[in-house]
């Protein structure tokens, strides 16, 4: 086993945590804070967008099992990236859609991969996906880590993370745990 990390903005952490979280290869998902200027913000600030951190998820992964080229076409799958600052009714610059790559190779394949994206006719917008090399990671509080395996029936988990996360097994049906 090979494991490397992937750090990946996509609006609400709790959506793309539900999602990356049933990825076959994927060992962990931690949600948490990257890119901001203060240390170990609290989510509250966050979500305010007073510290510049984006909500981000840190994936561990097996990569003799999933490659990073593979999580990126999950990760420009789950979210909309031609939308600057904002994921459905959440909006700020903690909510923007941002790839922090942690080597090298990851910045060339997001590149890529981003390239393409904007190349092809898959979307009529720009692509607006920050790529950055990872300066930071701050684990967001307890409460945030598995959110939607522990609050199924919570409003936010139903009407948003629960859409988006049907959506994605019925895309990617090979690629589940």
Excluded at 15 to 37: L, M, Y
Excluded at 66 to 88: A, D, K
Excluded at 134 to 142: D, R
Aim: aromatic share 12%.
């Amino acid at each position: 086993m090979t494991e490397r990390q992937a750090t990946f903005g996509a609006g609400c952490f709790w959506c793309i945590e539900a999602i990356f979280s049933e990825v076959k290869g994927v060992i962990d998902v931690t949600p948490g804070f990257a890119g901001g200027h203060i240390k170990n913000p609290p989510y509250r600030e966050v979500r305010e967008g007073r510290t510049g951190h984006a909500e981000v998820i840190r994936i561990v992964y097996d990569s003799e099992k999933v490659s990073f080229s593979e999580l990126l076409e999950v990760f420009w799958f789950s979210h909309n990236p031609t939308t600057l600052n904002r994921q459905g009714n959440d909006v700020g610059d903690q909510y923007r859609s941002a790839v922090f790559y942690h080597d090298d190779e990851q910045k060339t394949l997001a590149e890529e991969y981003k390239k393409k994206l904007e190349t092809s006719s898959i979307y009529e917008e720009k692509v607006v996906t920050e790529i950055t090399p990872l300066s930071n990671f701050f684990n967001a509080e307890s409460e945030h880590k598995d959110y939607f395996s522990r609050n199924p029936e919570q409003g936010y988990c139903r009407l948003v993370i629960k859409p988006k996360l049907e959506r994605f097994k019925a895309a990617f049906p090979s690629k589940l745990k």
